[in-house]
């Protein structure tokens, strides 16, 4: 079982930046892919991005690549997505995800978190 707490949302200005985090418990962490998804109201919740458990391969939505960056540190059970160039259209319930090994980019992964808002505003 594993446990995914998000936070570092929050509201920011177009071309601003946050920095979201993702806490997971389990001592299994460092074999799990991560992946950011995001769910704007009225619509489908979408990938954003993807890490896998080993190589550190990543894997980006044409909308946030260039812009956003994902990374993790398995030390301290923790993924991050570094957001940049924030634009109002990027306005949404942040969720991050863990499934075992291999990074995909639709949303069949095992373990979900609360979400955490992120508002940019024009």
């Known amino acids: 079982q594993v446990q995914l707490v998000e936070s570092g949302g929050g509201l920011v200005q177009a071309g601003g930046s946050l920095r979201l985090s993702c806490a997971a418990s389990g001592r299994t962490f460092n074999s799990y892919a991560m992946g950011w998804f995001r769910q704007a109201p009225g619509k489908e919740r979408e990938f954003v991005a993807t890490i896998s458990w080993n190589t550190g391969n990543t894997y980006y939505a044409d909308s946030v690549k260039g812009r956003f960056t994902i990374s993790r540190d398995n030390a301290k059970n923790t993924a991050y997505l570094e957001m940049n160039s924030l634009k109002p259209e990027d306005t949404a319930v942040y969720y991050c995800?863990?499934?075992?090994?291999?990074?995909?980019?639709?949303?069949?992964?095992?373990?979900w978190g609360q979400g955490t808002q992120v508002t940019v505003s024009s």
């Open positions: 995800a863990a499934r075992k090994f291999m990074p995909i980019v639709t949303t069949q992964y095992d373990y």
